[in-house]
């Protein structure tokens, strides 16, 4: 009869120990990821907005537009389009009042191209980029312009 005392005994101490281990396990378990930094900057996901217009029509010889950088990180202007093909100037900046684009990056030489023609580290919040003539413009032109930005 000790024997069988022992053994329950034993038996039951072993199933104690499982569970006590089982919940020490499933309190502990995030500790999984002990070197993973909730802190820790991570890559954005990056959107691309289109932009398209005519400019060099009357009075219009700027075209600007605001967007939205959703976290500080690196943003890419591109004008992909422009028909006639004219050396235009392109930049990007923060918006002032309805319409204002102040300027804090810019190529005065833009051409179309595939390739970004100005690439800035743009912090948070409201943004803008601004098509404008250098002087190159004989008649109204058709533009495109991507952005990129997280």
């Given amino acids: 009869m000790a024997r069988m005392l022992t053994s329950t005994r034993a038996r039951q101490h072993a199933r104690r120990f499982a569970v006590a281990l089982a919940i020490v ?27 398209t217009g005519t400019i060099g029509t009357p009075g219009s010889n700027r ?14 202007v591109t004008l992909t389009t422009m028909s006639p093909s004219v050396a235009m100037g392109l930049g990007i900046g923060t ?3 309805t319409t204002g684009c102040t300027l804090t990056s810019s190529n005065s030489s833009a051409l179309a191209s595939s ?25 109204p032109s058709t533009f495109t312009v991507t952005v990129s930005h997280p």
Wanted: aromatic share 8%; net charge negative; charged share 5%.
């Fill in 95 to 97: 918006p002032t009042g």
């Fill in 115 to 139: 390739t970004p023609q100005v690439t800035v580290t743009q912090p948070a919040g409201p943004s803008c980029i601004s098509l404008y003539d250098v002087g190159n413009l004989t008649s």
């Fill in 63 to 76: 075209s600007t537009f605001t967007f939205a950088v959703g976290q500080t990180g690196t943003v890419s």
């Fill in 25 to 51: 396990a499933a309190v502990t378990g995030g500790g999984c990821n002990l070197f993973n930094n909730p802190d820790s900057p991570s890559t954005p996901a990056t959107a691309t907005e289109t932009f």
